[in-house]
């Protein structure tokens, strides 16, 4: 990370020494002589890091850093500082003597300190320790404004989906397995977290493991992690996920395409709560409450020899099956609701409606994608729609809106949103088809990051599966 560092010292040969050293490590420096200017520049360049000396004319040192954090927590804080909720990491420059200042300083949320004279050297390892907890903020508190934006309230009061909360939420104090079963895009994840968030475990991780996008041969290494030297390339030993969810939760969604040997290992997981790591020879200990989720008939696969009668048994201590959206129609008014009340997350001012006749089109419509479609197909009117009315030709949705139908996306785009997003579709898409429709290959081959490639697969709806004929998800389409 090339990090934009602010320095503020009244003594020029300290800040000439820092500019270079800052300059040096392939940084950005930013200089001021005093408090005042500092805090100017503070507002003006949103540096990622502060170092402040804490003797300062004027304003002093400690005054800049109490200025500071009342700026990270108001509203107009800088953008870059994520709407004040993480302010630039401030490290004092202390001379000898200034101790209790510096304690003082740490208390008020200075990030570290450096007592003067120090060498290059030391304010380097000072330097790179403070960007590198930043950079891990950063990435936290991204994520977990993705996992709220994505994962939000639990929208519905149809009897049947609230029958099925209801259990979940009785199976959440336990410590039982829970199979949460339901179509494609019905909110298996949904309720998944929200039996995490219900359990006593709920400030412990939750980690959703997909094993129907992980090759089925690093399915077991993702799962239980590695010893040093179990295979090529295992220089060290890695954690798995069952480990990083230590005392919390692990979901694992599209169980039904779990390998049998995986199921094997997975069974004595439940049956002991231990593991062996790939390549280890020592036994784990976990302590893990394990979800699991599936759209396929598990009973038949085990008809089929597919799928362990006893890991069947083991899973659905209770199972919850979340019904269709077809079957929850009296849902639909309040899901479209909530999802045109995110329109902001598109940068689309305005409120967006939906017009009766658009209502009616959404409530005789087959979604066949359940929640996920819906999610999609109010997302592209609301841009189609530019934030305003939204008509039943926003939606692309058959008028007829008749059983089984799928929405329309043959038709060709006209406003710049419309065209971007048939475009990337297409990206997508085609490089399914390049690469066999091996989701792995086709990540890669787009240079982009396995996890996010199948979130823009499901952001788009596309199943990732070769397409049926006719189907909109042929890569030839658009
Ligand atoms: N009851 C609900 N209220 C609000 N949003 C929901 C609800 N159920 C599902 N969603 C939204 O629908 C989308 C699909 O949900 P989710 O990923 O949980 O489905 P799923 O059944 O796990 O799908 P898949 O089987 O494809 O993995 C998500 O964006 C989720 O936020």
Known sequence: MRAKILIIDDDPDIVLALENRVTWMGHEPVTAGNGK??????????????????????????DVLQHLAGLARHEDAP???????????????TAFGTIELAVKAMQLGAADFVTKPFTGDHISVVINKTLAALSLRRQVDALQREVADRYGPIVGDNKKLLEQLGLARQAAASTVTVLVLGETGTGKEVVARAIHGWSPRKDKPF???????????????????????????AVKREAGKIEIAEGGTVFLDEIGDMSLSLQSHLLRVLQDQTFYRVGGTQPVHTDVRFLAATNKDLKQAIKQGAFREDLYYRLEVISITLPPLRERMDDVPALARHFLGQSAKFGIAGKPTLSEAALGVLTRYHWPGNIRELEN?????????????????????????????????????RFYHEKMEAYSRKVLLEALH???WNQTRAAEDLGLQRTYFTKMLRQKNISGRPPRPGSSDSWTNS
């Not at 592209?380 to 039943?392: K, N, Q, T, Y």
């Open 377 to 413: 197909v109010l997302t592209r009117a609301v841009i189609l729609s530019a934030g305003g009315v939204i008509e039943p030709h926003h939606l692309h949705l058959s008028s007829s809106a008749s059983p089984a139908q799928e929405p329309d996306h043959t038709e060709e785009p």
């Open 207 to 233: 980690v959703a493991v997909n094993c129907a996008a992980i090759p089925k041969d690093l399915l077991e290494n993702e799962l239980f992690g590695h010893e040093k030297g179990a295979f090529t390339g």
């Open 37 to 62: 200017d500092g805090l100017r520049l503070l507002q003006q360049e949103q540096p990622d890091l502060v170092l402040l000396d804490i003797q300062l004319p004027g304003l002093s040192g400690l």
């Open 79 to 93: 953008s870059r500082w994520l709407s004040g909720s993480i302010m630039p990491p401030v490290i004092m420059l």
């Open 434 to 436: 390049r690469n066999d």
